[in-house]
């Protein structure tokens, strides 16, 4: 089965089934992997932070963006 034959099935999931997937995934991946990840988040939000202060990148509010997602879900 091809990567996007997987895809178009997990789409097809309800959200907390799509969510389910999303923990076994992530528990599946190696320490170093998941190490990897974790370094590149942690140097993506320290660019992000240092963006934000140096007047570069802007932010949107929490509600704003917590409602952007629910509706998303929702989809």
């Known amino acids: 089965m091809s990567i996007t034959a997987i895809q178009n099935e997990l789409?097809?999931?309800?959200?907390?089934?799509?969510?389910?997937?999303?923990?076994?995934l992530w528990d599946s991946l190696t320490t170093?992997?998941?190490?990897?990840?974790?370094?590149?988040?942690?140097?993506?939000?320290?660019r992000r932070i240092d963006a934000f202060e140096a007047g570069t990148l802007t932010a949107r509010d929490a509600g704003a963006v917590f409602a952007d997602l629910k509706q998303r879900l929702a989809e």
């Not at 309800?14 to 076994?24: G, K, N, Y």
């Not at 170093?32 to 320290?46: D, G, K, L, N, Y």
Request: aromatic content about 4%.
């Open 11 to 24: 789409l097809n999931l309800p959200v907390s089934e799509r969510l389910r997937m999303i923990d076994i």
């Open 32 to 46: 170093p992997e998941v190490r990897a990840r974790q370094t590149a988040w942690a140097a993506e939000s320290e």
